[in-house]
C-alpha cells in the first residue's frame, strides 16, 4: 500500500463531520473498510480536477490522503461535490 498520512479514529470522525461527505469504496484501486472525502474540493490538482481531504479505514487503521475522485461509471467529481454527497461507490486516487 502507499504512504498515507495516518491519523486517528478522532480525527477521522472530525473530518466526516465537517461537511456532508461523498463516500468511497477504493482509494488508489485499494477496497478501503470505510472511507469518504469531504464534500468541499481543497484545491485544483494539476490536470485541473478537483483535490478533496480523503479519510479512509483500512485493515484497522485510519488514514488521511489528498485525491481526485471518480464515480463508477469513471466521470471526474468536479467543484465543490455536493452534487455527489453521500454518494457510495466512488473511487479515489491521491495525489500527495
Known sequence: MKTYKAITEERYYEMLEVLPPIYVRSVDGIEVDRGFSVAEATRHANDGRS??????????????????????EGKAVKGSGYEYEYSRGNKAQSIN
Open 51 to 72: 483535490a478533496f481531504t480523503t479519510c479512509f479505514m483500512k485493515d484497522g487503521l485510519y488514514y488521511e490522503c489528498e485525491a481526485v475522485l471518480s464515480t463508477d
